[in-house]
């Protein structure tokens, strides 16, 4: 009964019940009365008794080593309240049940035979991982099993101080060169209870992921695990009522796990995409009352092995719940390392380009630090091998850099043909479609969806069936048991393409009041950087109604730095300004 204790969804649950009688309990538990009296006059913080309660258990497991269910059922008695004891009691005893693991009814012949399904599920569907860019040298998926670039992977202490939200891309290129990587077998052959992964977009975090359930399957780490189940958050989003694990797993492993009743000591989940749980703060913060039953499920999921992966401010955030676990380990993906973009192109770009391409990783600064990036130099290696000239104006900021993939994808996979961009921009339809992207990707953005039925897609586009199509290549469509839902390609093109649409329909003070609007401010930023010399220029005068973005005004606003007038000249030229007034950095 003990482990239940550390259930947090139990810990929710037994703070509401224990209410006003917190203080006493906290007493008979031998908690130190200074402690107790701080979150009793803390009313900022803890204003509700349910959120005193919560807050003087986390203390109890702080410095008690052993906690235990008698010394809490002896401490209600010292109250005394056997009306309480009762409740609390009950309640435990609901969730011993629920969480019976291992049942009597499920033989070891049964645990085989789904961990066997689970392998083969794997290694039938995760061994190729399709490429945001098509491979350059074949049209197939990339090959996990035969052809994985090893990641630079880190302790992610000595990196939680440099990460800032919004500008996450910057801080790592800055820092990326700097840690001592660990290998891959020494961090996944431990035998950690908790594994947290941090990264930026399109580091290649998935890619690690999908690595360890190759190689679980294949029998080479956990090997003392039985079960691993892989979720991601986009997907989970969709199903915000469902109140318990295994309904969960029905849902994503339905043709696999009937009437299973999984266990604590033999089963390991891999949470991917973290950032993208729509109900990421309640999550991350108990005390938040929260009326969705798949939090307390994502809740109840810290009480079994797992392994969370996320973008790196979600993580740090995250990781506040652990502060008491020492079978916790933190990484940090920082991409790949000098062999491993060399292998790449190796791999991937035919004879003919790889010196082109070699030959501009080389001379521009951006891309050179980029190519750290699986996401950025898949997408480098394509344009450079296709436009087979080196333009020193493609990368030279990183906003450069996505407007080079936007405009890629809009000529190769949309309008396919063999016109020049700045002719694909002279068409007014061209660039009405544009901005419808952008604004759907902005919708999304701001309601935290990164996947939507056909019924949302449609909201956003008149004749679908019709159109479908033609959104495919920023859009695309995946295929399920459960159905078929829509993403962008990328979270990164996502984000971007909301960058342009806020850039182009919005105000400054509209921008700045936006939260959701956070991850994207250095690109909003970026954006202003439009030379004649950019391809940024195509991407900022789209909306006929407000030709005029005010630049100064929109840089000042979000920048929050006075720069001088004698500067500004200079600001929005050709060349990348860093401004360190503020912590937001033009990219």
């Not at 892989?230 to 969960?248: A, F, G, H, K």
């Not at 960058?499 to 250095?522: G, R």
């Amino acid at each position: 009964m003990d482990e239940v204790l550390r259930n947090p969804v139990f810990q929710i649950k037994l703070s509401e019940l224990l209410g006003q009688d917190w203080f006493k309990i906290g007493i008979y538990l031998n908690i130190e009365q200074r402690s107790l009296e701080s979150i009793k006059s803390d009313s900022i913080n803890f204003s509700k008794q349910e959120c005193k309660a919560y807050e003087m258990l986390k203390k109890w497991f702080n410095f008690d080593e052993k906690p235990t269910f008698e010394k809490l059922k002896l401490a209600i008695l010292n109250i005394p309240k056997m009306d309480l004891l009762k409740e609390v009691e009950d309640l435990a005893s609901g969730f011993f049940t629920m969480s019976s693991y291992l049942s009597e009814g499920v033989s070891k012949t049964d645990l085989l035979r789904l961990s066997a399904e689970l392998k083969k599920y794997y290694l039938k569907y995760y061994g190729e991982i399709s490429e945001l860019q098509t491979l350059l040298k074949t049209s197939t998926n990339l090959d996990l099993r035969h052809r994985f670039v090893d990641l630079c992977i880190v302790d992610a202490a000595k990196t939680q101080m440099d990460a800032v939200f919004s500008v996450e891309r910057n801080e790592f290129l800055k820092k990326q060169m700097s840690y001592t990587p660990i290998p891959y077998s020494k961090v996944f052959t431990q035998e950690k209870s908790v594994i947290l992964v941090s990264g930026i977009a399109g580091i290649g975090k998935t890619w690690l992921l999908r690595k360890c359930l190759l190689d679980w399957s294949n029998d080479l780490i956990w090997k003392n695990v039985e079960l691993v189940f892989y979720l991601e958050c986009r997907r989970i989003n969709q199903y915000e009522d469902i109140s318990n694990i295994n309904d969960l797993l029905s849902f994503f492993y339905k043709d696999i796990i009937s009437n299973f009743s999984i266990s604590f000591h033999t089963t390991l989940f891999i949470i991917d995409g973290l950032d993208e749980f729509k109900y990421f703060n309640e999550l991350s913060n108990p005390e938040i009352k929260c009326n969705y039953p798949i939090v307390n499920v994502l809740a109840e999921i810290q009480s079994y092995k797992h392994l969370v992966a996320g973008r790196v401010y979600a993580i740090d955030q995250y990781q506040s719940l652990y502060t008491d676990r020492s079978d916790k380990l933190t990484i940090q993906i920082m991409g790949f390392n000098e062999n491993g973009i060399t292998n790449y192109v190796e791999n991937h770009v035919i004879e003919e380009n790889k010196e082109i391409v070699k030959a501009t990783l080389k001379e521009s600064p951006i891309a050179k630090a980029m190519a750290s990036v699986p996401f950025y130099l898949s997408s480098m290696c394509k344009i450079i091998s296709d436009s087979k000239t080196i333009n020193k104006n493609s990368f030279l900021t990183m906003t450069d850099l996505y407007a080079n993939i936007f405009l890629y994808f809009l000529q190769k996979h949309i309008i396919k043909n063999n016109k020049m961009i700045y002719q694909i921009m002279e068409n007014d339809s061209n660039k009405k479609y544009i901005l419808n992207i952008c604004k759907i990707a902005y919708e999304l953005l701001v309601e935290n969806k990164v996947i939507f039925s056909k019924e949302e897609f449609q909201t956003f586009v008149s004749g679908f069936d019709k159109n479908e199509g033609n959104f495919f290549g920023f859009i695309e469509k995946i295929e399920t048991n459960l159905g078929c839902y829509y993403q962008f390609a990328h979270l990164t093109i996502m984000e971007f393409c909301a960058s342009v649409y806020a850039y182009n329909c919005l105000s400054s003070d509209e921008i700045m009041t936006n939260k959701k609007l956070k991850s994207c401010l250095s690109m909003i930023c970026g954006l202003s950087n439009a030379s004649q010399n950019s391809f940024i220029k195509f991407l900022v005068n789209l909306n006929p109604l407000k030709r005029s973005n005010g630049k100064p005004i929109l840089l000042y606003s979000i920048l929050g730095t006075n720069i001088q007038a004698s500067q500004h000249s200079q600001a929005w030229g050709s060349k990348p300004y860093t401004f360190y007034g503020s912590k937001y950095l033009l990219i």
